[in-house]
């Protein structure tokens, strides 16, 4: 059974701060292989959600450069699975540009059928709206200072996570098989 929680954007937003000038050791740089972008972003997802999809092929998981799903670091994946996604981990769908928040994403495109770019969110507002991205890295950058034909906005709407069975939990603690699991704490 899944339940349902707040994505944290202000942890998305602290992991932005932190790494947009920087990688995280954890993590490979795919900035000679093509880019780092979308890389960096589910990063930032990450620190929000807390949550991955460990689906094969079509889940949204990092484990090791040899161990990880497309949509980790690839643009249009990474797309497909959060406005999809109906399973563990983040989910969510594409807004107008005024309905995006921090901590949410942009991605940019030269046309319907190429997107090239996946950018965080940190503020929106009079102002506009300014990124987080790596490959060129960035930092409260304004959306309006990059160059492309077509952008599109995720809003994320939460973060689905496993809930155990209460019926077997209970029974392994009846036969003195285990104890019921600590609850994980999603902090807010």
């Not at 954007?9 to 932190?18: D, G, P, V």
């Not at 999809?84 to 991605?107: A, C, H, K, T």
């Not at 997107?115 to 987080?132: C, D, P, Q, R, S």
Request: net charge negative.
């Amino acid at each position: 059974m899944l339940a349902v929680k707040e994505y944290n954007r202000m942890r998305a937003l602290a992991y932005a701060r932190r790494w947009a000038f920087a990688r995280n050791p954890l993590f490979n740089d795919y900035s000679p292989y093509g880019g780092d972008c979308t890389n960096f972003v589910s990063q930032c997802l990450l620190a929000g959600a807390l949550e991955m999809n460990e689906t094969p092929t079509f889940g949204w998981y990092y484990k090791s450069d040899a161990d990880r799903a497309p949509a980790w670091t690839g643009v249009e994946p990474f797309f497909d699975f959060l406005v999809g996604n109906e399973g563990e981990g983040p989910f969510g769908r594409e807004v107008e540009e005024g309905s995006v928040l921090p901590g949410d994403i942009v991605q940019l495109g030269r046309s319907e059928e190429d997107f090239y770019h996946t950018l965080l969110v940190m503020e929106t507002g009079e102002g506009g709206v300014t990124v987080a991205a790596h490959t060129n890295d960035a930092f409260l950058r304004p959306l309006s200072s990059y160059e492309y034909a077509l952008a599109r906005f995720i809003h994320i709407d939460g973060v689905r996570f496993p809930v155990p069975d209460e019926t077997a939990v209970f029974y392994a603690l009846l036969e003195g098989r285990s104890l019921p699991p600590v609850p994980s704490v999603s902090g807010q």
